[in-house]
């Protein structure tokens, strides 16, 4: 940047401090019109400095008035940061998406907020579109898989959502709820035996915070009916404890006994009910 340039965007920030709006947009497009496409991150880090001090307005001001000599998606993705502050998701969304049509770079983390912007308007369909074009990007992506996962299993095309349950399991992530809606999708379109294995994996991925759930964790070379001697007993004995005082290994236990009985759809209902229990409490502990 030449000193020039520098000096006149010192000054388009202080005017722009004391108020006096045109002349510090004047200053700027002057200093832009002087710089050169290396410069872009130094007027990029003066609005990211204004933004940090939630000075939004001033912020907004100055990277419009860049935004007329120069193209930065990074310059529209703050714009978008900052409507989300006013809560204008709508108009986050558009600046986003002008800022995506020029995005060049590998980081995805611009398309995974975009997405998520649409999940905060609850426009499901857009965000599953967005997910998808990560998707396309990056194979392994484990946030759009499982979204879309549980995006197309809610919507009970089964055989989409455990195309991408399969992925996950080749890649070995996810968590306890992706294994166990992945067995559910592979139950529902008849592959039995690999719907087992899955709510086997999802039962060893349930977190093991106490000796109860603990002794799950190794179900795979154990017969899962031997921890349940007297169903009929156990099941009332975990609905008159839920009853009393709700608890994920409760919910975790009536889970497996509803797998038992072949009722797999009730059994991923309660495992994801203890997924939630559990993470509830986690959340309390951690306020």
Known sequence: MSTKSKKLMVLATDLLVRGEIEEAIEALRRSTRLGNSEDMKIYIDVASSLYKQNDYDNSKILLEAFLKDWSCPEAYFMLGEIECKKLNIENAIKYYKSGLSNYKQDALLPYHRYAELYLEIKDIEKSASVYKSII?????????????GKFYKDKKDYKSASWYYEKIEKYDFGVSLDYQNYGLCLYETGEYEKSEKMYIKAV????????KTQSLKDLRNKNLQDLYP??????????????????????????????????????????????????????????
């Open 136 to 148: 396309g990007k990056k194979e392994n992506d484990e946030e759009a898989l499982s979204f879309l």
């Open 204 to 211: 060893e991925l349930f977190p093991a915070d106490n000796e």
């Open 230 to 287: 007297n169903l009929e007993n156990s099941e009332q004995e975990y609905k008159d404890s839920i009853n009393k005082e709700p608890s994920s290994t409760s919910y975790f236990h009536l889970g497996n006994i509803a797998f038992i009985k072949g009722n797999y759809q009730e059994a991923a209902r309660l495992y994801e009910k203890a997924k939630e229990v559990y993470s509830s409490v986690d959340m309390n502990l951690a306020v």
